[in-house]
């Protein structure tokens, strides 16, 4: 079966991208964004609009409260499963390790939460636990939120346990043949990008749509495991940051990461990188004709 992947660093058009070459091969999208699965965390991922979306069915966003927990091993289940029921299925994110969870096959141990082991590790701060991370599993430090206390606790929860890293090879031969289209940008422009995104979020009401997860019942610490601008919008309505330092921070935050993803794509020479959605859909046809 044929998978087709679009991955890029956040605001490089990926979701345009993906509706559009969808549109031209009447084919459905299945979200590989690891805050999109979460209800009622809109502007803070970036995630996609109905209006945006143009009629194209899309998989996997909003799936599960975000009061809960969903690991990627869960993601990849789900998607493989969406993915076969789907002729030309689209698979589009920006979140390396669900990416590669579905075009690799990756192997996850069924490690069961350590509640001693997680007391313990949530008494150390973040830079201590990405500097045990770093010892144990550089290659995971590369793909990681660094600033994400949950997901860097999991990862050494799960070392562990097993003793090694977290995988990253194939449990089997991959279940897909997989095309790979990369977007290429400009780092100068990808940052005004994501500078004029965030202040469009922000004008939009993301501090507002915070908010009121936190009063559903979304605690302050689970709003701050939930991605960097539920984390930096949570401490400043907790008073721990001003407005500016929020902005300020959370826009360098955003550029770092986008930095990491570019990083951990770039090493993948199966990708083909594109600048013009003219080549993606030769690209396709290509593929699609094989």
Do not use: C
């Not at 994501?194 to 009063?215: F, N, W």
């Amino acid at each position: 079966m044929k998978l087709l992947a679009i991955v890029g660093q956040t605001a490089s058009g990926k979701s345009d991208l993906g509706v559009y070459l969808a549109k031209k091969f009447n084919g459905e999208v299945i979200s590989a964004d690891s805050r999109q699965v979460y209800k009622g965390l809109n502007l803070a991922s970036g995630k996609i609009t109905k209006k945006e979306m143009e009629g194209i069915p899309h998989h996997l966003i909003d799936i599960i409260s975000s009061k809960s927990t969903y690991t990627v091993a869960q993601y990849q289940k789900t998607a493989i499963e969406t993915i076969k029921k789907i002729q030309i299925p689209f698979l589009v994110g920006g979140s390396p390790f669900y990416v590669y969870s579905v075009v690799d096959n990756l192997n996850f141990p069924e490690i069961k939460a350590n509640p001693t082991l997680r007391k313990q590790l949530e008494k150390l701060n973040t830079e201590t636990l990405l500097k045990r991370l770093k010892k144990l599993d550089p290659e995971r430090v590369k793909s990681i939120e660094t600033k994400n206390k949950r997901r860097l606790i999991r990862a050494l929860e799960i070392i562990y346990a097993t003793g090694r890293p977290v995988p990253k090879q194939p449990a089997s031969t991959p279940l897909f043949q997989t095309l790979l289209i990369g977007i290429k940008t400009d780092t100068k422009d990808l940052q005004k990008r994501i500078t004029k995104r965030l202040d469009i979020r922000l004008e939009k009401g993301m501090v507002a749509e915070i908010e009121k997860l936190h009063a559903l019942g979304v605690s302050y610490k689970r709003l701050e495991e939930l991605g960097l601008e539920a984390k930096y919008i949570a401490l400043y309505l907790q008073g721990k940051l001003s407005k500016e330092e929020m902005e300020e921070q959370l826009l360098t935050a955003i550029v770092k990461f986008s930095k990491r993803q570019l990083t951990w794509f770039s090493k993948d020479k199966r990708i083909h990188w594109i600048t013009q959605r003219k080549e993606a859909e030769n690209l396709v046809r290509k593929f699609l004709r094989q």
